[in-house]
């Protein structure tokens, strides 16, 4: 395929993947705004709604554990159609669900179906970046934040005009199903001849296995890092500010929003820094960047100043984690979805036990001292980040 052709179909490609991001986003985010309304459906108590939510954070750790062989197997392509749709029917399961067992049931597969389309679009997306003339993969998981707060923005706009939750999932979900038919055929194929220029599995000597599973491992233990320190300012920002600060509820949301709103606008520029910079110094100044962050946010005694700390915390974080995706879906081995889905696992793990972990922290001391934890792993990230660097 000459580069006259090869172009189009490249930047077709590449904002099918930007829609199927936006899709995950935007489904993610319809059963988050609604769960008070399905809680209160459901009968469902706090206690146990925390423990139906890891519901979804294991059925999305098997998504993407199953995700990955299949993507290697029969292509990105067909487990992103797969996937897709799975998740946009699974959407549907929360909202018709009639008590705590069916909730548990459906959340168990909303989460498989958002774990596996996590792992095959962004397999998809490396395919699509390999053949792009520069870095896209930050700019994709920048459109994930965007459908989220789209679907944010819907979950609010049809609670406020008293529309059943039924309706709203529903339309959610035709909404889904459709941008997955109309995107799937402009993704890549997988490219059978794959296998003329990576190596195979089963051809390498142990020594080449023995490193490339070394080098899975280390991505994977620097995406944990990253991803725990960012499920931290999730959950913990707003109530971190508020105790140390002894300010207000409403100003302490401001926290959050600084965080989150830097970390969308850094995915979208991360993709030029690493065009000039290379990947290894977007995660090496962002880990110390957001180190940076943290630092402020442990020692002032100021609103400002703390506001300022979360704001370089979501920029530092925005563009490690895209980048390091992208380097385990680019080691030269054919399973490269199966090395991004490891890489995702513990990541992930990272994204759902931080948030525990650092509570268990402030119990003993305070939820300041507390980020001095998430502090050293971004610190030891820094150090390390000389492995996302492309393979020789």
Request: proline letters at 4%; hydrophobic letters at 55%; a positive charge.
């Amino acid at each position: 395929m000459g580069a006259s052709t090869l172009v189009p179909r490249v930047r077709i490609s590449r904002a099918a993947v930007f829609t199927v991001f936006g899709l995950n986003g935007f489904l993610c985010s319809m059963w988050v705004v609604h769960i008070p309304v399905i809680t209160q459906r459901t009968g469902v108590s706090k206690g146990t709604l925390g423990l139906l939510i890891l519901l979804v954070a294991l059925g999305g750790i098997a998504g993407m554990q199953a995700a990955g062989p299949l993507a290697d197997r029969f292509g990105s392509r067909t487990l992103v159609a797969v996937a897709g749709t799975w998740l946009s029917l699974a959407v549907l399961g929360p909202a018709f669900a009639t008590g705590p067992l069916t909730l548990a049931v459906a959340l168990l597969l909303f989460g498989t179906g958002n774990g596996a389309l996590d792992v095959s679009m962004n397999a998809q997306a490396v395919q699509v970046e390999r053949a792009y003339p520069r870095p896209i993969m930050s700019a994709f998981h920048a459109m994930f934040s965007c459908g989220g707060l789209a679907g944010s923005l819907v979950g609010a706009a049809t609670m406020h005009r008293g529309w059943d939750v039924r309706v709203t999932m529903t339309a959610a979900g035709a909404i889904g199903l459709l941008t997955v038919a109309l995107s799937i055929p402009r993704l890549l194929p997988r490219v059978e001849s794959d296998s003329d220029t990576t190596t195979s599995t089963e051809d390498e000597s142990p020594k080449a296995r023995r490193s490339a599973s070394l080098r899975v491992l280390a991505l994977a233990a620097i995406a944990f890092g990253f991803l725990l320190t960012e499920g931290v300012a999730n959950d913990w920002s707003a109530l971190q500010v508020r105790e140390h600060l002894g300010v207000s509820d409403a100003t302490a949301a401001l926290a959050f929003g600084a965080f989150s709103t830097t970390m969308t606008a850094g995915r979208f520029t991360a993709d030029r820094v690493s065009a000039r910079f290379g990947r290894v110094a977007v995660v090496r100044w962002g880990a110390v960047l957001a180190a940076v962050g943290l630092m402020l946010i442990v020692s002032s005694i100021w609103l400002v100043p703390t506001l300022l700390g979360w704001a370089l915390l979501g920029i530092g974080l925005a563009g490690g984690v895209p980048q390091i995706f992208s380097a385990a879906g680019n080691l030269g081995t054919r399973s490269a979805a199966t090395d991004m889905s490891r890489v995702f696992g513990l990541g992930y793990l990272g994204f759902l036990a931080g948030p525990s972990a650092i509570g268990r922290l402030a119990d003993l001391s305070s939820l300041t001292a507390a980020l001095i934890f998430p502090l050293a792993l971004i610190l030891v990230c820094a150090a390390s980040a000389r492995i996302v660097a492309p393979s020789s």
